[in-house]
């Protein structure tokens, strides 16, 4: 992988505002790949004290976003589905792995599990990007 985009992606997850305020840490970025984790926090709960579906999706959707736009051209999510699976432990360490399934010109395909600390499978995801072709903008 371009080290330049690589190192990119890195900051933009960092100034992201929302990754920031759900505390979304990058671990790994490749071509394709990307790993990124989040601590379950009372804050993320829901109305019966789990973490909320929508903060497992924002989790997912990170690591979608850095995997589908690490080839260094902007591409967009057209479609995602997302199974959950089991409830993470209350202050539990997610990792959600995103990795390109195939990709041509215009789509990409890519699978997301997520897991806990204690390597429970919380979700699973299909998701298809579409590849506009266009530069990232933070690379120029």
Known sequence: MDPKIKQAMRQQVKKEPF?????LDLIEVDEGYAVVEMVCTEEMENIFQMTHGGAIFTLIDEAFEISCNSHGTVAVALN???????????????????????RTRKTGNYYITVKDDRDNLIASCQALAYRKGEKLPFLE
């Open 80 to 102: 995602v589905n997302i199974t959950y699976h089991r409830a993470p432990s209350p202050n539990s360490t997610l990792r959600a792995e995103a990795k390109e399934v195939s």
């Open 19 to 23: 990754a920031r305020k759900l505390g």
